[in-house]
């Protein structure tokens, strides 16, 4: 036992994570080491006034998002990486923090933990058919969504440590944030297509819609871009959010199936300004649908400019 050891491990002993051997061998040598007594005494110090501060609280949305984004980073950084060269790099530099700064370290634990509880998010009224608590801040993925037959409910696995099931009505408030949870699955476009399927009858809601918006702008799935396309059709019209995103499905999208269907979309706005034009930047397009549909509409449109 040394002292560089007990002041990599302080941030672990004063959140109870040593093992029982190791914090026997911590405890004792705190006892008869001055130094590292009052590295310990500081880090207590440090954590109990962090713990008086007031934690402002992470929307549920966001928390999400970010999971999501770090789930897809992690998956990209396995592709890109040895096993051995991420578990060498890793450990090296959690220690070097560790060295460096343990209140730092011990701030940031602090962060999470109380992150983690304060955004755990209490939807009462219903619990999940195999009786575990339902809390959104606690959800990792979504597994699975499916439409029961012949009835508004929808039956919704997802995973916490292990998988749970929730089943309710379609237009059940827990079902729709699983829904708008499940449209952000990397792993499974099926899951993400099933989910679209449900939220089109729901499109009149804010949440959705934005949701729908962002599956067409970002979703790496053509299927699944064509699918929120398809949601999104009647608010063509009225939402200039919605039009702009088909604007730019068609602008940008990779998908010529995606941009066939944006530009049919635009056919009942193609008086808009904005849209005229996108359309006459498109005169040139290489795909030949898409010059002849842009000629079309120009030519079946006065010129309002």
């Known amino acids: 036992m040394n002292c560089e050891w007990v002041k990599e491990n302080v941030v672990l002993y004063i959140y109870d994570e040593l093992g029982d051997d190791a914090k026997y061998e911590f405890e004792h040598h705190v006892k008869q080491c001055l130094g590292c007594r009052q590295e310990l005494e500081h880090s207590l110090e440090f954590k109990n006034n962090m713990s008086a501060l007031p934690v402002q609280e992470v929307s549920p949305n966001l928390l999400a998002a970010s999971r999501m984004k770090l789930q897809e980073s992690l998956e990209h950084a396995d592709q890109t990486r040895s096993g051995w060269g991420m578990f060498v790099f890793d450990a090296a530099s959690w220690v070097h923090q560790i060295k ?12 999470g ?18 009786g575990g608590s339902f809390q959104t801040a606690n959800i990792a993925g979504i597994e699975s969504v499916l439409a029961q037959p012949n009835s508004n409910s929808v039956q919704i696995k997802y995973d916490v440590l292990s998988s749970r099931t929730y089943v309710g009505a379609a237009d059940d408030p827990q079902v729709q944030q699983l829904l708008l949870l499940a449209t952000q699955n990397v792993r499974n476009p099926d899951v993400r297509l099933g989910t679209i399927d449900i939220l089109k009858s729901h499109t009149q809601d804010d949440q959705v819609r934005e949701a729908l918006v962002s599956t067409l702008r970002y979703d790496k799935n053509p299927g699944v871009r064509l699918t929120a396309l398809d949601a999104l059709k009647s608010y063509v019209r009225d939402d200039q959010h919605v039009r702009d995103a088909v604007v730019e499905a068609l602008l940008h999208d990779s998908n010529p199936g995606v941009r066939q269907e944006a530009i049919s979309l635009l056919d009942s706005v193609k008086a808009d300004t904005s849209v005229r034009e996108a359309l006459r930047s498109l005169l040139n397009d290489q795909n030949a649908y898409i010059r002849s549909q842009s000629q079309h509409y120009l030519a079946s449109t006065p010129n309002l400019d």
Not at 100 to 111: G, R
Not at 113 to 130: H, K, L, Q, Y
Request: proline share 7%; net charge positive; charged share 10%.
């Open 100 to 111: 460096l700064a343990p209140a730092l370290t011990a701030a940031l634990l602090m962060i």
């Open 113 to 130: 933990f109380a992150g983690g509880a304060i955004t755990s998010w209490r939807m009462g009224g219903r619990t999940p058919i195999d």
